[in-house]
């Protein structure tokens, strides 16, 4: 009898779709640097010579974090490295949040959000998904186990860019809705 390999499957779909959402972050960020060199300017938080190093700098940070997460022989460190970057944008959503300023696009890539609590702890969660890959669960599965751990991943991925349009047109078209009804019936200021 085989032995049962579900919890270090579960750990690499886990690691497989936090590479998935890095990967998908660094594109974004890559494919629009100057607007994303904007997200950073508005977080406050770096000196403004440094801005166009961390618009090339964040993108191959995330990049290589998700390569690592894909490679066996290198999840754990790459779980590592990836659990501080997320650490450091929870910490830079957190410092904004605590000024009273939640109008920043967060720059995650995927659809546009204002910074909230959310996600904060949507970046501590990802963290704690890392939390088995980074204890080197998983990492003997072997090729075929890691490809099998990327079915489900996927799955996640577009499940997860679902949910944030949604979210995001929610919004949207609650500021419409406000709009519409300020034009409508007028509003104080």
């Known amino acids: ?14 690691a497989a779709f936090v590479a998935l959402l890095l990967a998908r972050a660094a594109l974004h960020k890559a494919a629009d640097p100057v607007r ?4 950073l300017a ?3 938080l770096a000196p403004e ?14 990049a290589t974090c998700a390569l690592a997460l894909v490679l066996p022989a290198s999840r754990s460190a790459g779980g590592l490295a990836a659990s501080g970057l997320l650490l450091i944008y929870a910490a830079a ?36 998904a890392l939390a088995p890959a980074i204890t080197g669960m998983g990492a003997a599965l072997g090729v075929a186990g890691t490809l099998a751990a990327w079915i489900p991943a996927l799955f996640a991925l577009l499940a997860f860019g679902a949910l944030e349009q949604l979210l995001a047109n929610q919004a949207r078209m609650t500021g419409d ?4 009804l300020t034009s409508a019936f007028g509003g104080g200021a």
């Not at 010579?49 to 995330?62: D, K, N, S, T």
């Open 42 to 44: 508005d977080y406050r």
């Open 93 to 128: 959503m957190g410092i904004n949040l605590a000024r009273g300023r939640r109008d920043i696009d967060c720059g995650c890539g995927g659809a546009p959000e204002r910074l909230g609590w959310t996600l904060v702890l949507r970046n501590l969660a990802f963290v704690a």
């Open 49 to 62: 010579a440094a801005l166009p190093i961390l618009r090339g700098a964040i993108p191959l940070a995330e």
């Open 36 to 39: 994303f060199e904007g997200v």
């Open 177 to 180: 809705r406000r709009s519409l």
């Open 1 to 14: 009898m085989a032995p049962d390999r579900s919890l270090e499957m579960a750990a690499a779909a886990l």
